[in-house]
């Protein structure tokens, strides 16, 4: 249901971030997107929502080619691919529930938008979200009074209040402790699956992905190396995607978390 066929980025600098992209999603997969620093994550993931314009190629997000739109309808279309930033993104003055009615900003007219007056369902459904990722009682707080986990958690709201039918998602742990990066993680992972939404991640700690998605893509120079599942990452391939290092420590962190985890259950 997205689909990138042929995507290219060349930036004005002649950096070609992206060399002929073919990718498709269906409805309801998460993958992570790995590769080294300038591999091209972040362009890729931000040339699906047109934040950075392809050089050519095409991105499709069902029966709508996302590469053509006019700048209206691109606006339109952005309402069904939610954002998810390392750094938050929150606006930090306003409350938690403001900053999770922000994500309906693109439902509501402009003087309803300039005034913030949101339509009782969306006030409903922000309580719902806020309930299920455990920050009801956070309500009214403001922003900035949160820790980053918590942050994370108002950012995964707010996009998911768009209704989106795409999860766009930029490196959602990295500025987060190894514990609560593995708890937005598994929040991110189990929202999708609840809501049968596709997303994109783009993730460095290798060993976080495999553990929680299905399906990962690795990126080098601008081009997909690698895509298959997270127990296909054995240390040649981690090599062809990232250069030489020692894997097996990687490795082995993955299969003692999964100890933990069987030992827990
Ligand atoms: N605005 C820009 N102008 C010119 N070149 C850019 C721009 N943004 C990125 N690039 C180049 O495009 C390539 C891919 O960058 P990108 O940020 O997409 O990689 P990345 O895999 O997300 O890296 P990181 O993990 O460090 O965030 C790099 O060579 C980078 O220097």
Not at 90 to 113: A, C, D, I, K
Not at 116 to 122: E, G, H, T, V, Y
Request: glycine letters at 8%.
């Amino acid at each position: 249901m997205l689909r990138l066929d042929k995507l290219v980025k060349t930036y004005k600098t002649g950096d070609q971030a992206l060399k002929a992209v073919e990718l498709d999603i269906p409805n309801g997969q998460v993958l992570a997107l790995i590769g080294p620093s300038g591999a091209g994550k972040s362009t890729l993931i931000r040339c699906i929502n047109r934040l950075v314009e392809p050089t050519s190629g095409e991105v499709w997000l069902g029966d709508t080619e996302l590469t053509r739109l006019s700048p209206s309808r691109l606006r339109r279309e952005r309402r069904r691919m939610g954002m998810i930033f390392q750094e938050y993104a929150l606006v930090e003055r306003l409350t938690v529930m403001e900053n999770v009615l922000s994500g309906r900003l693109g439902y509501v007219g402009f003087w309803q938008s300039l005034t913030r007056r949101f339509p009782q369902k969306d006030v409903d459904e922000a309580f719902r979200l806020l309930d299920r990722v455990g920050l009801l009682h956070m309500a009214d707080k403001r922003a900035d009074e949160l820790s980053g986990g918590q942050r994370q958690r108002v950012g995964i709201c707010r996009a998911l209040i768009q209704d989106p039918a795409v999860l766009l998602v930029d490196e959602p742990t990295a500025s987060l402790d190894p514990k609560t990066s593995r708890q937005i993680m598994r929040l991110i992972c189990e929202l999708c699956a609840e809501r049968g939404l596709a997303a994109i991640i783009n993730i460095h700690d290798v060993a976080l992905a495999q553990m929680f998605v299905q399906r990962v893509i690795g990126l080098r120079l601008g081009a997909v190396v690698y895509d298959g599942p997270p127990d296909g990452l054995t240390p040649d391939k981690l090599t062809e995607i990232y250069g030489e290092e020692d894997w097996e420590a990687t490795i082995d962190k993955v299969d003692d978390e999964d100890e933990e985890a069987e030992a827990i259950a």
